[in-house]
């Protein structure tokens, strides 16, 4: 990183008109200072990236990116958290102005034309100020050595002194180690909560945002000529969008706030429709060992959240097989004959699935962190650090527990132990697909009302309906809607966001269901915790991000449960678009 000489603080100019910039030089020549020319915001952060600049003087209108926009960005990031910026306007400089240079993130504002004196000592007491904070940073360094050095010699006196209370602390710990355990699961407990509530509110925006995004590219994808490179991008974008979906889903696993669909699975079916998708994942080079005994009972578990779990523990044993090497997949059926904290196990009958590899294995430090969310030891881009955190949070969701060995050297062994189902005949037949599809049945064209606060996902879901056929009614809120149902909008089906400002979707819902009991209602959701007491409210639910064909499979499924009628092709009448009671209409 570059610095200034010895003495001298950095000062960043910025102008798009060369003689501007030159006035500024001879202005704050007279300071001392190391003065840095740019003629564009790009240039600038240029700079900025590679030197480390006291103050930032910004001309407000420049072309491409004007100085507000170009100090919203220098703040984003944080080595500019605290680095003064100075705005020079020559047109922008009522008060308004100056008050939106100041929300941007402006120390001070000089109108044009400058006054010499005034910007030198207004540069001058920045200058200064980030002078003297350098300085005490160093004061400070100085005095945390000096903290370190004395610290140290109480550390020493304090072994004297541990020495002679060995005999006291071991009793201490034998009466503690309890207690302690208990609040370390405790601890546990209320970090997985506070990182599910945060990765909740994380989800739900950031499936809306995949939502528009996946939405608007299957759109345009239909209407795009047929362009092989145009296509191939529209293909890049929605990969992109679809690895962004899967990574909140492993989020929402690890923090055991997914919603599973339980059911009793045959392992040994399950594996082996996997077959393909091990060999596709795993390459040439790692061959795959199965043992599975012929009366092992199914488990209790979502299967296609299982198979993802297997995947997932597959890989990593690959990543660890660089040279190739033997995977081993193995079930048995085990009983706890009482709790068992150390596996975090209840009383109970299961089956532990070992997956095990001849890898490079991993040392105690490593194997300690293997859990932990983003916790990764692959280089950057080559994994996100949720794999294995997934698989602990589903096999937490789901009743049992993962455990994991490994040494240096030796490889590892994944345990995930779930529970048995007694009832067989329930359990999908071996050859059974873990993935269900959709009866895409076409729906007779029918008016459909989108409930949603978010302008972005409600221009998404609407374009889709039209696309369908089918006419879309906007609400943005459900008080909107619940008006425009009362005021006498004839519509045939509700689609609605839960997570809106003062009524959720489901009490939507369950408004609909007191004031028009028989609308249908498609609960849309990014993520959200939906008690039971709200499942006859929203018996259909859509996943957010969901694509045209999910929401296609929706309108069909409440087809099929009598919630519309008809099997028609949809029609797509010609474009018009009107509004009424405060209640947006598109039509196609």
């Not at 010499?116 to 160093?138: D, G, S």
């Amino acid at each position: 990183m570059m610095t200034s000489a010895p003495g001298k603080v950095n000062i960043l100019l910025v102008d798009d008109q060369p003689a501007k910039l030159l006035s500024y030089e001879v202005v704050l020549a007279e300071l001392g200072e190391n003065l840095i020319k740019a003629s564009s915001a790009q240039e600038a952060l240029g700079h900025l990236l590679k030197t480390d600049v006291a103050v930032i003087l910004v001309d407000v209108c420049m072309p491409e990116l004007d100085g507000f926009e170009l100090v919203a960005m220098i703040r984003e990031h944080p080595r500019f958290q605290r680095t003064a910026i100075i705005f020079v306007s020559a047109i922008q400089i009522t008060d308004l102005d100056r008050l939106r240079g100041y929300e941007a993130g402006a120390v001070d504002y000089v109108p044009v034309p400058v006054v010499p004196e005034v910007l030198r000592a207004k540069v001058r007491v920045f200058a200064e100020l980030y002078r003297k904070t350098r300085q005490l940073e160093v004061l400070n360094a100085e005095l945390e050595q000096r903290v370190a050095e004395r610290t140290a010699a109480l550390e020493a006196t304090a072994s004297e002194l541990k020495q002679l209370n060995d005999e006291l602390e071991q009793r201490i710990e034998d009466r503690t180690r309890e207690r302690e355990s208990a609040l370390a699961q405790l601890f546990e407990a209320q970090k997985l909560d506070t990182i599910g509530q945060l990765t909740g509110s994380v989800a739900h925006d950031f499936n809306n945002l995949l939502m528009a995004v996946i939405g608007s590219l299957q759109l345009l994808r239909k209407r795009l000529p047929d362009d092989p490179r145009c296509h191939r991008l529209l293909d890049n974008a929605l990969l992109g969008a679809d690895r962004g979906a899967a990574l909140t889903q492993r989020l929402l696993s690890f923090a055991r706030r997914q919603e599973l669909k339980p059911q009793a699975v045959h392992l040994a079916g399950l594996v082996a429709g996997m077959e393909d998708l091990f060999k596709r994942a795993l390459g040439p080079l790692v061959q795959v060992h199965q043992n599975f005994p012929s009366d092992l009972p199914p488990v209790r578990a979502d299967a296609n959240q299982l198979e993802l779990a297997l995947l997932n523990i597959a890989i990593n044993a690959r990543d660890a097989m660089p040279l190739g090497g033997l995977l081993r997949i193995a079930a048995t059926a085990e009983t706890v004959e009482a709790d068992d904290p150390s596996r975090r196990l209840s009383r109970g009958d299961y089956v532990r699935i070992c997956v095990s590899d001849n890898g490079v294995g991993m040392d105690a430090e490593t194997l300690a962190k293997a859990t932990e969310p983003f916790f990764t030891t692959k280089g950057p881009g080559k994994g996100t650090g949720l794999g294995l955190s997934m698989v602990h949070g589903l096999a937490a969701q789901s009743g049992g527990s993962l455990t994991i060995s490994s040494r240096k050297g030796e490889g590892t062994s994944v345990e995930l132990w779930l529970p048995q189902v007694a009832d067989t005949v329930a359990a999908l037949p071996l050859n059974a697909k873990t993935t269900t599809s959709h009866d895409m049945l076409p729906v007779a064209p029918c008016s459909v009302l989108v409930v949603d606060d978010d302008p972005l996902v409600m221009m998404g879901t609407v374009s889709m309906l039209e696309d369908l056929g089918h006419t879309a009614v906007e609400a943005r809120s459900a008080a909107e809607a619940l008006a425009a149902l009362r005021a006498g909008r004839r519509v045939d089906i509700v689609v609605t966001d839960h997570a809106m400002p003062e009524m959720t979707g489901t009490q939507l819902a369950n408004r609909l269901r007191e004031e028009f009991p028989d609308m249908p209602v498609i609960l849309a959701t990014g993520y959200a915790e939906i008690g039971p007491e709200d499942q006859a409210a929203c018996p259909n639910r859509l996943a957010k991000p969901f694509t045209i064909d999910d929401l296609a499979a929706a309108l069909a499924t409440v087809r099929r449960s009598g919630g519309l009628s008809g099997n028609v092709v949809p029609l797509r009448p010609g474009g018009e678009r009107e509004a009424g009671d405060g209640v947006a209409t598109s039509r196609r």
